[in-house]
C-alpha cells in the first residue's frame, strides 16, 4: 500500500544519503601537502583515511597548469601497496613528478581509485616551481690567519689578548729572545697575504687547500700602507723601483681555509724542513693525504758588482726532481667501560673515564700543558642503558671546557657540563623500557628530543652542545652523569658507555723530503715544466710538458708511490684530448663532472674579440666517456659592490691555478635551506657558507698580460684574486642524482674481469712501453670520484 512504498523510498533515500556520506566523509583525501619543490620537480604527500572498509587500489595523479586552471591532466599512478602506516584506516603517501618547467605555477591533485571507480578528488594544491638554478662566478676577499687573535699558541696565555711588550713578535722561535713566544706579525720571513702570481698549484687535502710555489710579483717593503715605498720615488731625477722583495720564483707553502676563506703561511723550517727549491709551473698531486710536486722551471739572476739583482741577466733551470709533503692528519682513539652500574631510583651515577691513565690517549700529549699534542676535533658519545622508564633518565657528559681551567696547565679537574638526554623536557611521551643504545653526535640528523617515542637506537643530536670539547686535550677526565629524576619503585642501569674522539695535532707539522735520490734513476722522465700531472691511487702520471729547451714533449711516466719506480708507458690519443685548442697555460681540473678547464692564452697572430685580448677566462667541461668538450654557460656574479670592487667576472688570464671544492667538504652546522641553490643565493664572498651547498671550483692568481716595472715587465700583470665558481645548477639534487646514475652505468663494466681483458688498466702496468689509452687514464680516478687538479 501506500504507507510502505513511503517507507521504502525514505530507505532508500536515508540509504543513499550514507553512502555519499561514507564517501565523502568518511573515506576521505587529506590536503596535500608539498614536500619539496625546485625548477624542475615536486614532491607532495597525503594521507587516506579509509574509515568504511573499501580500501582504493590505486591514486590518479593529475595536474594543470597555471594556479587558477581547472583543467586538469593525468600524469601517472601508483599503488598502493605496501604503503600503509601504523594504524591500518591511515594510508600514507607520497609522489614526485619532474619535468616541470623553471618559474611555472601549476595545480595538483590525486583522484582514489578503487574497485567500484573512482572516488573523490582531492583538492588542488597550487605550487610554483623555483627559477633556473645557474652557474655563476663569486669575487672572495680573504684574510690573513691572526694567530694572536685565535688565542693559540703562547701569544695569549692570560688576558685573552697578545703581548704588546716590546721586542720581536715573530712565528718562529728561532728569531725571538723569548722561546715561548709566538706571535704572528708580518716579517720579510712570514708575510700575511700571498702575493700575486703565476705557474703555481693548488691542491685540495683534508677540508683545506694548499697552495706552493710560482713566479710572484713580491712583497712591498713598506711599513704602512701610504709608505713611499708603494709606489716608488725619484733620485736626482732618476726614478726608482718600488721596494719589493721575492720578485721571482718562490717556494712558498700556503694554506687556504675553505671555511674561512683564510690564509695561512707555512714556515717549514721551524721544523728544520727545507723546502724545494723557488719554481713555477711544476705538477702537483695529492696521494693519500700527502703533496707530491715534480718538475717546474725557475730563473738564476746574476748580481752586480755592489750586490743588486740584475733582472735583465738570468738564466733559466728546469727541475726533474719529486718532492714530498708530508701533512699530519687526523686519528681516532677511544675510551670506554663496559662495566654494568645500576642506577637508583632518584639518585645520580656518576663514572669517570680518565684519559691520563690510557696509554694510548697519554702518548698524545707531554703532559705539562694542553697546548702541545692532539687537540679535540670531534668526539661522538655512547650510552647503553637499560631501564624500565627511560623517560625519567637524565644524561650528561662533563670534560674540560673553554673556562676549567688555565689553558697553560691541565686543570685538576672538569666541570663543563654538556646536556645529552633529558625526556622530562624532551617530548613527554609515556615510558620507554627496556636497553637502549644512544650515539650522540652533534653531526647527525635526528635531535634526541623530538625524534622519537617507542625506541632509541641510532644516531642523535644531544640537547646541548659537543662541540664545547673541541680544541680541549683528550688527557683530561670524562665523566657520565645518569640521574634517575623520580622517587619510585623504578631503577636502571647504565650497561656500557665510551667516547671517540677525532683528535689532530693543535699544530700540524709540515715536512718535506726529497725523493729524488730515493727513486730509482732508470726510467726516470726527463727534467720538464707544465706537465699535466694525474694521480690514481698509489700512482703519479706525468706526461708532456717542455724540456730545458722548450721543446714539447709527449711521453707519459708513471711514479709508483710504494716503490718509489718510474714505468714508462705509451701514450695513446693524449694530444686530441689535452691539445683541443690553439689555447696554452690552461687549468684543468677533474671533477665528478667532468674535465673542467679554465682560462689559457690563444696562439693567434693577431688579437681577436671585441676586447683584443689574447688571454681567456672561459670554463669548457670534457665528458670522460665521449672525450668531447663543451663550453660552460657561466653567469656573473649579481651582486657586485664596492668590496668586490665592482667586478662580476675574473679577468682573462693564463697559468693560473684552479682547485676543485666538493660541498662535502665543507661541515656547517646550520646548513642553508635548498633554496639557496636556485633564487636565494647567500653571498659567500667573505665566508664560505655557499660551499656547504653548492660544488665550486677555485681559482686563484694567473697572468693577464700587463707588464711591469722590472727590466723585463716580468713583474707585473701577475694576479692575486680568488674566485669560486658557484656550480649551483650542477649541485642541485636531480642533477646530481642524473650525474651519480651517469656514473655508475659507465664505469661499472670497467670493475668487471672482461673489461679488463681489454686493457682497461693498462696504465697501471708495471712494464715499459705499455699503450695507456688517454680515456682509461681518466677514468680510473672519475671513476673512483678522485676530484684533482692537473697541474
Same mark, same amino acid.
Given at each position: 500500500d501506500e504507507s510502505m512504498r513511503y517507507i521504502f523510498s525514505v530507505l532508500n533515500l536515508l540509504l543513499f544519503l550514507n553512502s555519499i556520506y561514507a564517501s565523502t566523509f568518511i573515506s576521505a583525501v587529506s590536503d596535500l601537502v608539498v614536500d619539496a619543490v625546485n625548477d624542475s620537480a615536486v614532491s607532495i604527500q597525503w594521507n587516506y583515511y579509509t574509515m568504511d572498509g573499501v580500501r582504493p587500489g590505486s591514486f590518479h595523479i593529475e595536474y594543470a597548469v597555471g594556479l587558477y586552471s581547472d583543467d586538469f591532466q593525468y600524469i601517472d599512478s601508483i599503488s598502493v601497496e605496501s604503503r600503509q602506516s601504523s594504524d591500518t584506516n591511515v594510508l600514507s603517501l607520497s609522489y614526485t613528478t619532474a619535468q616541470l618547467s623553471p618559474s611555472s605555477a601549476y595545480r595538483f591533485r590525486v583522484i582514489p581509485v578503487s574497485l567500484e571507480g573512482y572516488r573523490h578528488a582531492s583538492n588542488p594544491v597550487g605550487i610554483q616551481t623555483l627559477p633556473f638554478a645557474t652557474l655563476n662566478w663569486e669575487p672572495i676577499l680573504a684574510s690573513r690567519l691572526s694567530i694572536a687573535n685565535m688565542g693559540s699558541g703562547f701569544s695569549n696565555p692570560v688576558l685573552g689578548r697578545p703581548h704588546l711588550d716590546e721586542g720581536p713578535e715573530v712565528f718562529t722561535s728561532k728569531d725571538s729572545n723569548d722561546s715561548l713566544r709566538f706571535s704572528d706579525p708580518p716579517t720579510s720571513e712570514t708575510p700575511a697575504i700571498p702575493s700575486g702570481r703565476r705557474g703555481h698549484s693548488l691542491t685540495a687535502i683534508q677540508g683545506y687547500v694548499f697552495m706552493f710555489g710560482g713566479r710572484t710579483n713580491g712583497y712591498s717593503c713598506a711599513s704602512v700602507y701610504k709608505d713611499n715605498f708603494n709606489y716608488g720615488n725619484t733620485e736626482s731625477g732618476r726614478y726608482i723601483y718600488p721596494c719589493t722583495s721575492k720578485q721571482a720564483e718562490v717556494n712558498e707553502l700556503w694554506s687556504f681555509d675553505l671555511h674561512t676563506y683564510t690564509w695561512r703561511f707555512l714556515n717549514t723550517s721551524i721544523w728544520n724542513s727545507a723546502p724545494p727549491p723557488a719554481r713555477e709551473q711544476h705538477s702537483a698531486v695529492a696521494i693519500d693525504d700527502n703533496l707530491y710536486i715534480f718538475g717546474g722551471k725557475s730563473r738564476t739572476f746574476q748580481l752586480s758588482t755592489d750586490g743588486q739583482i740584475q733582472m735583465q741577466n738570468y738564466s733559466v733551470a728546469v727541475h726533474g726532481d719529486v718532492w714530498k709533503l708530508s701533512i699530519e692528519r687526523e686519528r681516532v682513539y677511544s675510551l670506554s667501560s663496559s662495566k654494568s652500574t645500576v642506577i637508583q631510583q632518584n639518585e645520580s651515577l656518576i663514572q669517570t673515564l680518565d684519559g691520563s691513565l690510557d696509554p694510548t690517549i697519554s702518548a698524545t700529549s707531554d703532559g705539562v700543558t694542553p697546548r702541545k699534542g692532539l687537540c679535540i676535533k670531534n668526539l661522538v658519545v655512547k650510552v647503553v642503558v637499560d631501564h624500565p622508564c627511560l623517560n625519567q633518565l637524565r644524561l650528561s657528559l662533563r670534560g674540560p671546557g673553554p673556562s676549567t681551567g688555565s689553558p697553560n696547565f691541565f686543570a685538576s679537574g672538569y666541570s663543563n657540563e654538556v646536556l645529552l638526554l633529558d625526556q622530562l623536557t624532551a617530548n613527554g611521551t609515556g615510558c620507554v623500557s627496556g636497553r637502549e643504545e644512544f650515539t650522540f653526535d652533534d653531526g647527525a640528523s635526528s635531535a634526541v628530543d623530538t625524534c622519537c617515542s617507542a625506541s632509541f637506537k641510532g644516531s642523535y643530536r644531544p640537547m646541548g652542545t659537543l662541540s664545547t670539547f673541541l680544541g680541549s686535550s683528550m688527557v683530561a677526565k670524562w665523566t657520565l652523569v645518569a640521574q634517575d629524576m623520580k622517587l619510585d619503585t623504578l631503577s636502571g642501569s647504565i650497561v656500557s658507555w665510551g667516547v671517540t674522539f677525532t683528535a689532530a695535532p693543535c699544530f700540524k707539522r709540515f715536512s718535506w723530503t726529497n725523493l729524488t735520490s730515493l727513486i730509482a734513476a732508470d726510467n726516470a722522465p726527463l727534467a720538464r715544466y707544465a706537465a699535466k700531472a694525474v694521480s690514481y691511487d698509489r700512482s703519479y702520471f706525468i706526461f708532456g710538458g717542455r724540456d730545458s729547451k722548450d721543446r714539447p714533449l709527449m711521453d707519459l711516466h708513471r711514479l709508483d708511490i710504494d716503490t718509489l719506480r718510474w714505468t714508462? @708507458?705509451?701514450?695513446?690519443?693524449?694530444?686530441?684530448?689535452?691539445?683541443?685548442?690553439?689555447?696554452?697555460?690552461?687549468?684543468?681540473?677533474?671533477?665528478?663532472?667532468? @674535465?673542467? =678547464?679554465?682560462?689559457?692564452?690563444? =696562439? !693567434?697572430?693577431?688579437?681577436?674579440?671585441? @676586447?683584443?685580448? +689574447?688571454?681567456? +677566462?672561459?670554463?669548457?667541461?670534457?665528458?670522460?666517456?665521449?672525450? =668531447?668538450?663543451?663550453?660552460?654557460?657561466?653567469?656573473?656574479?649579481?651582486?657586485?659592490?664596492?668590496?668586490?670592487?665592482?667586478?662580476?667576472?675574473?679577468?682573462? =688570464?693564463?697559468?693560473?691555478?684552479?682547485?676543485?671544492?666538493?660541498?662535502? !667538504?665543507?661541515?656547517?652546522? +646550520?646548513a642553508l635551506p635548498l633554496r639557496a641553490l636556485y633564487d636565494e643565493p647567500s653571498d659567500s664572498s667573505r665566508i664560505n657558507y655557499q660551499g656547504t651547498l653548492t660544488d665550486s671550483l677555485m681559482i686563484f692568481g694567473g697572468f693577464d698580460g700587463a707588464t711591469g716595472s722590472v727590466y723585463d715587465g716580468s713583474s707585473g700583470g701577475l694576479l692575486d684574486d680568488i674566485w669560486m665558481l658557484r656550480l649551483s645548477n650542477w649541485s642541485t639534487p636531480g642533477e646530481r642524482f642524473r650525474q651519480q646514475k651517469y656514473l655508475e652505468t659507465r664505469c661499472g663494466w670497467r670493475k668487471s674481469k672482461s673489461a679488463r681483458s681489454f686493457g682497461t688498466e693498462s696504465c697501471l702496468s708495471t712494464t715499459n712501453k705499455m699503450n695507456c689509452n688517454f680515456q682509461d687514464l681518466i677514468m680510473l680516478p672519475w671513476c673512483s670520484m678522485n676530484n684533482q687538479s692537473w697541474s
Amino acid at each position: 500500500d501506500e504507507s510502505m512504498r513511503y517507507i521504502f523510498s525514505v530507505l532508500n533515500l536515508l540509504l543513499f544519503l550514507n553512502s555519499i556520506y561514507a564517501s565523502t566523509f568518511i573515506s576521505a583525501v587529506s590536503d596535500l601537502v608539498v614536500d619539496a619543490v625546485n625548477d624542475s620537480a615536486v614532491s607532495i604527500q597525503w594521507n587516506y583515511y579509509t574509515m568504511d572498509g573499501v580500501r582504493p587500489g590505486s591514486f590518479h595523479i593529475e595536474y594543470a597548469v597555471g594556479l587558477y586552471s581547472d583543467d586538469f591532466q593525468y600524469i601517472d599512478s601508483i599503488s598502493v601497496e605496501s604503503r600503509q602506516s601504523s594504524d591500518t584506516n591511515v594510508l600514507s603517501l607520497s609522489y614526485t613528478t619532474a619535468q616541470l618547467s623553471p618559474s611555472s605555477a601549476y595545480r595538483f591533485r590525486v583522484i582514489p581509485v578503487s574497485l567500484e571507480g573512482y572516488r573523490h578528488a582531492s583538492n588542488p594544491v597550487g605550487i610554483q616551481t623555483l627559477p633556473f638554478a645557474t652557474l655563476n662566478w663569486e669575487p672572495i676577499l680573504a684574510s690573513r690567519l691572526s694567530i694572536a687573535n685565535m688565542g693559540s699558541g703562547f701569544s695569549n696565555p692570560v688576558l685573552g689578548r697578545p703581548h704588546l711588550d716590546e721586542g720581536p713578535e715573530v712565528f718562529t722561535s728561532k728569531d725571538s729572545n723569548d722561546s715561548l713566544r709566538f706571535s704572528d706579525p708580518p716579517t720579510s720571513e712570514t708575510p700575511a697575504i700571498p702575493s700575486g702570481r703565476r705557474g703555481h698549484s693548488l691542491t685540495a687535502i683534508q677540508g683545506y687547500v694548499f697552495m706552493f710555489g710560482g713566479r710572484t710579483n713580491g712583497y712591498s717593503c713598506a711599513s704602512v700602507y701610504k709608505d713611499n715605498f708603494n709606489y716608488g720615488n725619484t733620485e736626482s731625477g732618476r726614478y726608482i723601483y718600488p721596494c719589493t722583495s721575492k720578485q721571482a720564483e718562490v717556494n712558498e707553502l700556503w694554506s687556504f681555509d675553505l671555511h674561512t676563506y683564510t690564509w695561512r703561511f707555512l714556515n717549514t723550517s721551524i721544523w728544520n724542513s727545507a723546502p724545494p727549491p723557488a719554481r713555477e709551473q711544476h705538477s702537483a698531486v695529492a696521494i693519500d693525504d700527502n703533496l707530491y710536486i715534480f718538475g717546474g722551471k725557475s730563473r738564476t739572476f746574476q748580481l752586480s758588482t755592489d750586490g743588486q739583482i740584475q733582472m735583465q741577466n738570468y738564466s733559466v733551470a728546469v727541475h726533474g726532481d719529486v718532492w714530498k709533503l708530508s701533512i699530519e692528519r687526523e686519528r681516532v682513539y677511544s675510551l670506554s667501560s663496559s662495566k654494568s652500574t645500576v642506577i637508583q631510583q632518584n639518585e645520580s651515577l656518576i663514572q669517570t673515564l680518565d684519559g691520563s691513565l690510557d696509554p694510548t690517549i697519554s702518548a698524545t700529549s707531554d703532559g705539562v700543558t694542553p697546548r702541545k699534542g692532539l687537540c679535540i676535533k670531534n668526539l661522538v658519545v655512547k650510552v647503553v642503558v637499560d631501564h624500565p622508564c627511560l623517560n625519567q633518565l637524565r644524561l650528561s657528559l662533563r670534560g674540560p671546557g673553554p673556562s676549567t681551567g688555565s689553558p697553560n696547565f691541565f686543570a685538576s679537574g672538569y666541570s663543563n657540563e654538556v646536556l645529552l638526554l633529558d625526556q622530562l623536557t624532551a617530548n613527554g611521551t609515556g615510558c620507554v623500557s627496556g636497553r637502549e643504545e644512544f650515539t650522540f653526535d652533534d653531526g647527525a640528523s635526528s635531535a634526541v628530543d623530538t625524534c622519537c617515542s617507542a625506541s632509541f637506537k641510532g644516531s642523535y643530536r644531544p640537547m646541548g652542545t659537543l662541540s664545547t670539547f673541541l680544541g680541549s686535550s683528550m688527557v683530561a677526565k670524562w665523566t657520565l652523569v645518569a640521574q634517575d629524576m623520580k622517587l619510585d619503585t623504578l631503577s636502571g642501569s647504565i650497561v656500557s658507555w665510551g667516547v671517540t674522539f677525532t683528535a689532530a695535532p693543535c699544530f700540524k707539522r709540515f715536512s718535506w723530503t726529497n725523493l729524488t735520490s730515493l727513486i730509482a734513476a732508470d726510467n726516470a722522465p726527463l727534467a720538464r715544466y707544465a706537465a699535466k700531472a694525474v694521480s690514481y691511487d698509489r700512482s703519479y702520471f706525468i706526461f708532456g710538458g717542455r724540456d730545458s729547451k722548450d721543446r714539447p714533449l709527449m711521453d707519459l711516466h708513471r711514479l709508483d708511490i710504494d716503490t718509489l719506480r718510474w714505468t714508462v @708507458l705509451t701514450p695513446i690519443d693524449f694530444h686530441i684530448a689535452l691539445e683541443t685548442s690553439s689555447a696554452v697555460g690552461c687549468s684543468f681540473s677533474l671533477t665528478s663532472w667532468g @674535465l673542467l =678547464r679554465f682560462g689559457g692564452y690563444y =696562439r !693567434q697572430a693577431t688579437m681577436t674579440g671585441s @676586447l683584443a685580448d +689574447n688571454y681567456g +677566462n672561459e670554463v669548457f667541461v670534457m665528458d670522460p666517456v665521449t672525450l =668531447r668538450w663543451k663550453p660552460v654557460d657561466v653567469h656573473p656574479w649579481p651582486n657586485a659592490d664596492e668590496g668586490t670592487f665592482g667586478s662580476t667576472i675574473p679577468a682573462t =688570464r693564463y697559468l693560473s691555478a684552479i682547485v676543485f671544492i666538493s660541498a662535502a !667538504q665543507l661541515s656547517w652546522k +646550520n646548513a642553508l635551506p635548498l633554496r639557496a641553490l636556485y633564487d636565494e643565493p647567500s653571498d659567500s664572498s667573505r665566508i664560505n657558507y655557499q660551499g656547504t651547498l653548492t660544488d665550486s671550483l677555485m681559482i686563484f692568481g694567473g697572468f693577464d698580460g700587463a707588464t711591469g716595472s722590472v727590466y723585463d715587465g716580468s713583474s707585473g700583470g701577475l694576479l692575486d684574486d680568488i674566485w669560486m665558481l658557484r656550480l649551483s645548477n650542477w649541485s642541485t639534487p636531480g642533477e646530481r642524482f642524473r650525474q651519480q646514475k651517469y656514473l655508475e652505468t659507465r664505469c661499472g663494466w670497467r670493475k668487471s674481469k672482461s673489461a679488463r681483458s681489454f686493457g682497461t688498466e693498462s696504465c697501471l702496468s708495471t712494464t715499459n712501453k705499455m699503450n695507456c689509452n688517454f680515456q682509461d687514464l681518466i677514468m680510473l680516478p672519475w671513476c673512483s670520484m678522485n676530484n684533482q687538479s692537473w697541474s
